[in-house]
């Protein structure tokens, strides 16, 4: 049973950062993927960012790029999304995903696990 639980949501305001987590459990030494979506209200969950956890590669949607860095650390089977300057419309929940294969898919559909999201907002 895979369980993935994040935190490090919150209040920021416009411009600040915040960093979250994405802690894993019921899965070590397979070769998958680990990805971050947002969902902001009344809109379709998006893609923000992946990274493969062997050899962390990472994937960004263009809006974040260069504000975001996803990161992980296999020892404790986390993985990590630092945000700056962040954007009121940047508002949204944040989750995280396992891929069950080892590609990092920018496609919901490439995501087996999902955590229960941690709420980000950013106020101007």
């Known amino acids: 049973q895979v369980m993935l639980v994040e935190s490090g949501g919150g209040g920021v305001q416009a411009g600040g950062s915040l960093r979250l987590s994405c802690a894993a459990y019921?899965?070590?030494?397979?070769?998958?993927?680990v990805g971050w979506f947002r969902q902001a209200p009344e809109k379709e969950r998006e893609f923000v960012a992946a990274?493969?956890?062997?050899?962390?590669?990472?994937y960004y949607v263009d809006s974040v790029k260069g504000r975001f860095t996803a990161s992980r650390n296999n020892a404790k089977n986390e993985v990590y999304l630092q945000m700056s300057s962040l954007r009121p419309e940047e508002t949204a929940v944040y989750f995280c995903?396992?891929?069950?294969?080892?590609?990092?898919?920018?496609?919901?559909?490439?995501?087996?696990?999902w955590g229960q999201g941690t709420q980000v907002i950013v106020v101007s």
């Open positions: 990274i493969t956890w062997k050899g962390g590669a990472t």
């Open positions: 995903a396992q891929t069950i294969g080892g590609q990092a898919g920018r496609d919901e559909a490439d995501y087996g696990y």
């Open positions: 019921g899965r070590s030494g397979s070769e998958y993927a």
